[in-house]
């Protein structure tokens, strides 16, 4: 599944527009590797995402085309999150 549409599905970004946008910027890493609006994600894929000052690593669990809103939270696991300039 392309990157922007699983932020969007997993509603970690509310829009699609919006998740290509951050990743075309450099913000988001899928396993270490900066990754593009295109990049593919698979699941057990850690990514981290830079949203202002914080960064916040997941854990991809699972792939779906649709999910209902309540169920979103499912499609990951939040490992870390952190302020930007914090160091481990």
Same mark, same amino acid.
């Given at each position: ?24 910027? #450099? ?16 699941? #057990? ?6 949203? #202002? ?19 979103? #939270? ?15």
């Amino acid at each position: 599944m392309r990157l922007d549409k699983f932020l969007k599905i997993s509603r970690l970004i509310k829009r699609r527009t919006m998740a290509k946008e951050v990743a075309d910027q #450099g913000r988001i890493t899928i396993n270490g590797i900066k990754a593009k609006a295109s990049s593919a994600v698979t699941k #057990g894929d850690e990514l981290v995402i830079k949203f #202002g000052q914080k960064l916040v690593t997941i854990q991809v669990n699972d792939l779906r085309e649709t999910v209902k809103k309540d169920e979103a #939270g499912t499609l990951y696991t939040v490992l870390k999150e952190k302020q930007a300039g914090e160091k481990k």
